[in-house]
């Protein structure tokens, strides 16, 4: 079983708690009714999957019940780190370094 | 005249008892629980109206200290978010009326239910359906968190070393003690 850090338990919980809540960082448009049918396709639909680093949002659902976000390796399946939601994206390259030199 | 109809709470475990000689699983007595979320501002005029402090640290509960609310403790359970008992069954809602800030109080008395798990096995027979590590070390006597029993979410607490209070919900109680039944048959100890 994985085993997840919790930002706000502050200390790593089983995976049972918690729930996946799709991609993180997409930034709802401030004026949804003046952008076009395409952007809002790449807003609602478009999601990145990519192969390596990929920032998701998790959910503490049976826990603290809090959402927060988590940068997760799609390869190795590994969380590289979490933070609490509202706080900047992390550096993709740089976490990738890390969780490389972490692995050697 | 039509008679009023009042809401009677159901106790759907009473009279119930399991475990073995390692381990005795039984009902706890109805208490009355606050469900409390409250922001920063509210936190020490609730703390005071309640004369329980409110946690802050994750994974730890608080006991009132005055003679009056010794039976009273308060659950940390979220950043925002408590779980008050009172195994006195103490008038919640009125004890945090005059306290200000923005918090919202609701009375969960009879939504939940507690099985209380105690004895040499209580650990070994909760670990059979709770994810998290429950030694000492990780959980210490105080310790409180939500977690999962089985397929059904519980509020977990550690009174003493080896007395658990296991909080479910009503609806889902039976499950919860026939699961914990069935795991003190052959506790891994």
């Given at each position: 079983m994985l085993q997840i850090y919790c930002p706000y338990c502050k200390e790593e919980r089983p995976e049972l708690e918690f729930r996946h809540a799709g991609e993180a960082h997409i930034a709802r448009p401030a004026d949804m009714k003046s952008i076009s049918d395409e952007e809002f396709e790449g807003y609602f639909f478009i999601r990145s999957n990519p192969k390596g680093i990929a920032f998701e949002r998790w959910r503490h659902v049976h826990g603290c019940g809090r959402f927060f976000n988590a940068a997760r390796d799609t390869v190795s399946d590994k969380f590289i780190t979490t933070y609490e939601a509202g706080e900047p994206k992390p550096d993709a390259a740089e976490l990738a370094a890390k969780s490389g030199e972490a692995d050697k | 005249?039509?008679?009023?109809?009042?809401?009677?709470?159901?106790?759907?475990?009473?009279?119930?008892?399991?475990?073995?000689?390692?381990?005795?699983?039984?009902?706890?007595?109805?208490?009355?629980?606050?469900?409390?979320?409250?922001?920063?501002?509210?936190?020490?005029?609730?703390?005071?109206?309640?004369?329980?402090?409110?946690?802050?640290?994750?994974?730890?509960?608080?006991?009132?200290?005055?003679?009056?609310?010794?039976?009273?403790?308060?659950?940390?359970?979220?950043?925002?978010?408590?779980?008050?008992?009172?195994?006195?069954?103490?008038?919640?809602?009125?004890?945090?009326?005059?306290?200000?800030?923005?918090?919202?109080?609701?009375?969960?008395?009879?939504?939940?239910?507690?099985?209380?798990?105690?004895?040499?096995?209580?650990?070994?027979?909760?670990?059979?359906?709770?994810?998290?590590?429950?030694?000492?070390k990780a959980f210490p006597v105080g310790a409180c968190a939500r977690t999962l029993l089985g397929k059904t979410e519980i509020v977990l607490l550690r009174e003493e070393e080896d007395v658990f209070r296991v909080e479910c919900w009503r609806s889902f109680s039976a499950y919860a003690f026939a699961f914990l039944a069935e795991a003190a048959r052959d506790p891994m100890v």
């Open positions: - | 005249m039509a008679e009023a109809l009042a809401a009677r709470p159901q106790y759907p475990l009473e009279g119930l008892v399991a475990g073995s000689a390692q381990v005795q699983i039984t009902p706890a007595a109805p208490a009355s629980r606050l469900a409390l979320r409250a922001r920063p501002d509210a936190v020490a005029p609730l703390s005071k109206a309640l004369a329980v402090k409110l946690p802050q640290k994750p994974k730890t509960s608080a006991r009132g200290t005055a003679a009056k609310t010794k039976s009273r403790q308060a659950l940390w359970l979220g950043p925002d978010e408590w779980l008050v008992i009172d195994t006195d069954g103490a008038d919640l809602m009125a004890a945090c009326q005059p306290a200000t800030g923005t918090f919202s109080a609701v009375d969960v008395s009879n939504r939940n239910t507690a099985i209380i798990v105690s004895g040499a096995a209580a650990e070994a027979v909760i670990s059979s359906g709770c994810p998290q590590d429950l030694s000492l």
